[in-house]
């Protein structure tokens, strides 16, 4: 690979380290702001939606995830999984 592949490998991979951060910071802190955030995401036009899903699908998904009627443990696991996911699949080290 590239040594400026590498690069950009390792800044998304850090900033996606960082969004996850975050979201786990609401999640923990302010879960309340989380419904808000996705009823603001959901107010935006359909074409400012499904870009922003395409950019963010991680986090959007999450995002929906924990605002769903489900069982706490339940939405917990697939937010986890969900971030343990992203996060192996960007990690820019990894072999192969």
Do not use: C, D
């Not at 989380?34 to 922003?52: K, M």
């Not at 489900?70 to 999984?81: H, N, P, S």
């Amino acid at each position: 690979m590239a040594e400026s592949t590498k690069l950009v490998s390792a800044a998304v991979f850090v900033l996606a380290v960082l969004l996850w951060a975050v979201f786990g910071a609401f999640l923990l802190l302010r879960q309340g702001n989380l419904g808000e955030v996705w009823a603001a995401f959901r107010g935006q036009p359909w074409i400012l939606q499904g870009l922003e899903f395409l950019v963010f699908l991680p986090w959007a998904a999450a995002l929906w995830l924990w605002t769903t009627p489900w069982e706490l443990w339940i939405r917990a696991l697939l937010v986890l999984g969900l971030a343990w996911a992203s996060l192996y699949l960007l990690y820019p080290w990894r072999a192969g």
